[in-house]
């Protein structure tokens, strides 16, 4: 039998294909393996089954050599002492042309995702350096200036006196201040010193800051020393996120952050010793750090995982392949 369906797909008319080879509706370098399938098939007593991975069938049009993509389930009837195989089809090239439009489209997206997260990183590392420069170097000026004028004042001037220590006070908060933006928005050990430095005073800065005790462990820290500044930049910034997460969210007493680079991965594990993250939250919307993180990981061609380990808390898992295409373009 070959129905009016079939007629319509293979563009052949039932008098042409009744008789003649099955194998000849199938690609030629699959019809060894197509027989091999058939025959197993027609001895075991399964009575329905898949022919094979859906995303890899093939059929031909034999009148014009034209292949297209199929989704095809094969069972087994008995009937008169004979067994029938009976073959569903379904062509299924629409499919895949939207699937391919979807897909690419989701590339675009990507691409365009981190071309804007590096222009971000771009003005963050610009804005970092001006502050740590520019800024600074004005007050610190200031503050000299301030010395100087603190040396000439009249020794029974009590009020003023009172007023350039509050004004020193003062300065040196602004320049503890400033310096700690300009280190949140970028790092300048990142770009002069490398990964292994600035995860190591992210951590320290991280345990002064919040109370939370916090050990790092790097292991093939020489590996990490050429890392393209985009894979740098995103480790770095999962590491930054993680801790700002733990420290917002988690009632940790204890963290731990590891690096590892070995066999051409890139490695990073934050796990906390607090409540520990619930299902629900990682769908929340407003969650976009952690959906941004998602996101730029699988641009470089990485996974992201979220679970929680057996002592409690939450455990952040990246790894990274060294050598990700996306990580050498420029």
């Known amino acids: 039998m070959f129905n009016r369906a079939a007629e319509q797909m293979f563009r052949c008319r039932s008098s042409e294909a009744i008789g003649a080879p099955l194998e000849r509706f199938v690609p030629e370098r699959f019809r060894a393996a197509h027989r091999i399938h058939v025959e197993q098939f027609g001895r075991t007593g399964v009575t329905a089954r898949k022919m094979g991975d859906v995303t890899t069938l093939w059929a031909l049009r034999p009148s014009t050599d034209e292949e297209f993509p199929i989704e ?23 499919r895949k042309q939207y699937e391919g439009q979807i897909e690419r489209s989701q590339r675009e997206v990507r691409d365009l995702s981190a071309r804007m997260f590096d222009a971000l990183e771009e003005e963050k590392r610009r804005i970092a350096r001006e502050l740590h420069d520019e800024l600074g170097q004005l007050l ?9 004028l603190r040396e000439r004042l009249p020794a029974d001037s009590l009020e003023l006196t009172a007023k350039t ?11 503890t201040s400033t310096r700690r933006i300009s280190a949140d928005m ?3 050990m990142l770009d002069d010193l490398g990964l292994a430095d600035a995860a190591n005073w992210l951590v320290n800065d991280f345990s002064k800051r919040c109370g939370v005790k916090c050990k790092i ?11 393209p500044k985009i894979l740098a930049t995103t480790i770095f910034r999962a590491v930054q996120e993680s801790l700002t997460n733990i420290a917002r969210h988690s009632g940790a007493h204890n963290a731990w952050v590891r690096l590892e680079a070995q066999d051409g991965i890139v490695e990073v594990e934050i796990e906390d010793d607090g409540r520990g993250i619930r299902p629900e939250d990682l769908g929340k919307i407003d969650s976009l750090g952690l959906r941004g993180m998602r996101e730029r990981v699988a641009y470089l061609g990485g996974a992201l ?3 929680r380990p057996p002592r409690g808390g939450t455990r952040l898992t990246l790894r990274v392949p060294l050598r990700s295409q996306a990580a050498h373009i420029t």
Do not use: C, N
Not at 73 to 88: C, D, E, M, P, Q
């Open 217 to 227: 462990q790097i292991v093939g820290e020489e590996r990490l020393e050429d890392l």
């Open 165 to 175: 220590d509050e004004m020193d006070v003062m300065l040196d908060r602004t320049i």
């Open 140 to 148: 610190t000026t200031l503050k000299m200036d301030l010395s100087w």
């Open 305 to 307: 995982e979220v679970a």
């Open 72 to 94: 095809a389930s094969i069972s087994r009837i008995h009937g008169g002492g004979r067994a029938y195989l009976t073959v569903i089809l379904r062509d299924i090239t629409l």
């Open 186 to 188: 970028r790092p300048l």
